[in-house]
C-alpha cells in the first residue's frame, strides 16, 4: 500500500491539489481550535490547511513521499505540523487525546475499517468532532462513466450511511448523508461522483 502512495505522490505536482477538501474546510471552520488527528493526510492539504486556522495538527500516513511533500507544503504557508509515517495500528497516541478527526478519502480494507474506526473513535475525547468525507458505494457507478474521478474499485473499500451509524454509534449526528458531488481536486479526484458525509460530535459519557 505504502508503495503505490509513495509512486503517486513523488511527483512534484500535488495528486490532490494544495487546497483543502471544501467539505472538510465548511465544517472545520464552525469549531475553535484544539487537537487534530488526520489519518491518511496524503500530502497534507488538509492538515495544512487545519494549522493555518490555528489547530495543533497530528498528520499521519504510510507514505514516506506524502510526509515531504506535506512539511514542504506547510513551509510554504508558514505553519508547522507533526506528521508521523506509519501504521494506524502501531501509533500510540494516549485515548482520548484528540479534539477533533478529520477523516477525507481515508478508504481502508473492508476487515479493517471497523477496527480502525473503532480505534480513532478511542482517540477522541468526548465532546470532540469527526469530519468525514469519502466515496460512497454508489461511486462504482460514477468511476464506470468517468474513471477521472477516482476513489478505490472495490465496493467493500467504499462507504454507506448505515456503516458509519454503526461504526461511530456513540455520536450526536450534525450531518449524515449520500450526495452526488462534483470534485476538482488536483489530478486523481475530478468530475462527478457520489459521498458519504458525516459530521459528529462525540457524547458525553453521562449522556450515552
Not at 18 to 28: D, G, Q, R, S, V
Not at 69 to 77: M, T
Amino acid at each position: 500500500m505504502d508503495q503505490k502512495w509513495d509512486e503517486r505522490y513523488k511527483d512534484q505536482e500535488f495528486a490532490y491539489g494544495k487546497t483543502p477538501n471544501l467539505f472538510f474546510k465548511e465544517w472545520l471552520e464552525k469549531f475553535q481550535p484544539g487537537s487534530i488527528l488526520m489519518p491518511a493526510d496524503g500530502e497534507g492539504r488538509n492538515g495544512v490547511f487545519a494549522a493555518r486556522l490555528g489547530w495543533k495538527v497530528t498528520s499521519f500516513d504510510q507514505s514516506a513521499e506524502g510526509r515531504s511533500k506535506a512539511l514542504a507544503l506547510a513551509k510554504e504557508q508558514g505553519i508547522t505540523l507533526d506528521y508521523i509515517v506509519g501504521d494506524l495500528e502501531q501509533l500510540p497516541f494516549e485515548k482520548e487525546s484528540f479534539d477533533a478527526i478529520g477523516l477525507v478519502y481515508a478508504h481502508f480494507d473492508a476487515e479493517k475499517k471497523p477496527v480502525f474506526h473503532r480505534k480513532l473513535d478511542g482517540y477522541l475525547r468526548p465532546g470532540g468532532i469527526i469530519i468525514f468525507e469519502a466515496f460512497s458505494k454508489s461511486h462504482l457507478h460514477y468511476v464506470q462513466l468517468d474513471p477521472k474521478v477516482g476513489g478505490p474499485r472495490d465496493i467493500d473499500m467504499l462507504y454507506a450511511t448505515a456503516e458509519i451509524m454503526t461504526d461511530f454509534p456513540n455520536y450526536d449526528t450534525l450531518v449524515l448523508e449520500e450526495a452526488e458531488i462534483q470534485l476538482n481536486e488536483g489530478k486523481y479526484h475530478n468530475g462527478k461522483g457520489s459521498v458519504i458525509r458525516f459530521v459528529g460530535r462525540k457524547k458525553n459519557y453521562a449522556q450515552q
